[in-house]
């Protein structure tokens, strides 16, 4: 079953702490995406990666890091620094180019304890 | 930069009511324009795209669009509502430059249905 999977569904962070969301995908797709979705304000892109070890900053990457060492992979790591990270996270992928339709996983809320 | 507005946050209507969500887009060049879906406890699912071509787009489950230009508008519309259309909508525009992957979101409109 093609797909994108994103774990945990719920992840509680305490103060101080760094937390890694994980993205996998099965579907050969180049380009993944992170965003950010809050109430009332949509989605926002926190980073996105064209090509395995390539990545960018989007919108709102302040607090949060990523890597793509894999191209089925797409981590997130919630610094410290993120100041207000409770939110609901989506990891996204196309094929490749803006063109193509992203597909979106099911989420991962992350909550501050 | 593009920035993408989605002119009613909350709207609830009776089944079998017609449906416009209003949204307008600004960007300086071509661009693609997307409507998602995200019906309850479900992942965030495309209803619609609009790349070239005929500006009037249809989707899935009797949804449409239509592309204005002059206007930058891209509004979505269904003649007739289910309880089953109750969600949050999502338009979305990324600039049709050779690396452009950004995609941003407008706000979100909740749909709620009732029967």
């Known amino acids: 079953d093609g797909g994108i999977t994103q774990s945990p569904k719920y992840l509680f962070r305490k103060e101080g702490q760094n937390v890694t969301l994980s993205c996998e995908q099965n579907l050969n797709h180049d380009a993944m995406y992170w965003y950010r979705q809050d109430p009332g304000q949509g989605l926002r892109l926190i980073y996105y990666?064209?090509?395995?070890?390539?990545?960018q900053k989007g919108d709102i990457a302040e607090g949060y890091s990523v890597s793509r060492e894999k191209k089925e992979s797409f981590p997130l790591t919630v610094t410290s620094a993120q100041k207000n990270p409770t939110a609901f996270y989506l990891c996204?992928?196309?094929?490749?180019?803006?063109?193509?339709?992203?597909?979106f996983g099911p989420g991962t809320r992350l909550l501050v304890l | 930069a593009q920035s993408v507005s989605q002119h009613n946050h909350h709207v609830i209507l009776s089944e079998a009511a017609s449906l416009e969500l209003g949204c307008n887009y600004s960007y300086g060049g071509t661009v693609n324009l997307f409507w998602y879906v995200q019906y309850p406890g479900q992942h965030l699912q495309l209803l619609l795209k609009?790349?070239?071509?005929?500006?009037l787009v249809k989707g899935i489950k009797g949804f449409e669009a239509e592309f204005i230009k002059s206007k930058f508008s891209f509004n979505l519309r269904k003649p007739s509502v289910q309880w089953s259309d109750t969600a949050e909508y999502f338009c979305?525009?990324?600039?049709?430059?050779?690396?452009?992957?950004?995609?941003?979101f407008g706000a979100g409109t909740t749909v709620t249905v009732r029967a």
């Open positions: 996204a992928s196309s094929i490749g180019s803006g063109f193509e339709t992203q597909y």
């Open positions: 609009y790349f070239s071509g005929d500006p």
């Open positions: 979305a525009v990324n600039g049709r430059s050779s690396n452009d992957y950004k995609l941003s």
């Open positions: 990666s064209q090509i395995v070890n390539d990545f």
